[in-house]
């Protein structure tokens, strides 16, 4: 980021970081769950209405809401925390995430990998090599070769000394480590639409300027803002990636999608 102090920089760029709220009084509304709920963190906007919560991106209380019981703390680290396997706790708000190997304004570590094999075709009018900051979030979990629970910074009031957890990846090999050990479609449901890995040449593109900003190809709709389009398929700094079309904090829509699927192509595309 340029110009400015590092504060005010961090205001600019990082505001679901700074504008994450405490929400008190929590566990009544979630009986039965842990004592983090007493001081459960929401959307800066929406609190405790936030849709995120008790979704599948939730990993916090998931034995109780799930019936199972061995999976915290032994397939993953549960920190009580549902924001923090995105966001940087607020606690951590002043660290330098970069230091320690996060991707830039989140609390990942960077993916495992970054041999990542992009769409490409001779009618892209813009192209990329590697995906930007944005979707390497996605990709953190969903590549596969990374666990889930592999944050920069847990909460201040988790003990990783007793931390005991295989960690284990979005995966569908049968290992240890991977999830498909269990879910194979046999065990449990089939993660395999879960496990994107890293050749993404069969994927949406990503990363890429979208072709549609000023008017630069017909074949793609001018969006509404600089921001993106009316309906919420969103454009950062430009460009396309996995959250333009996919809304992590919104789960009513199958497969996370901002618009509905018969209508979300039509959104950038004239034909």
Known sequence: MAGGSKRTA???GRPLRWGLVMVAAAAALFAGLPAWTDTLIGDPVLGMDDPILGSKHDFTGLNQRAGVFAMPGVAFSDYGN???????????AEADERREGAIPDWNRF???????????STYLDSKTRTPSPISLLCLSCHDGTMGVDMVVFPPSDFDSAEDQALHMRINGADDI???????NGRVAHDIAIKHIGTDLRNDHPISMRYAGLLRSDPDFRLPDTPEGFNNGVR????????ASCHNVHDPSKDLLLRED???????CHTK
């Open 235 to 242: 454009l950062y700094d430009g460009r396309v990636e996995c």
């Open 82 to 92: 549902p924001c923090v396997h995105c966001h940087i706790p607020p606690e951590r």
């Open 10 to 12: 961090r205001k600019q």
């Open 177 to 183: 480590v991977s999830c498909g050990k269990c879910h």
């Open 261 to 267: 699927s018969d209508l979300l192509c039509q959104t």
């Open 110 to 120: 960077f993916p495992a990998s970054d041999n990542y094999q992009l769409y490409d």
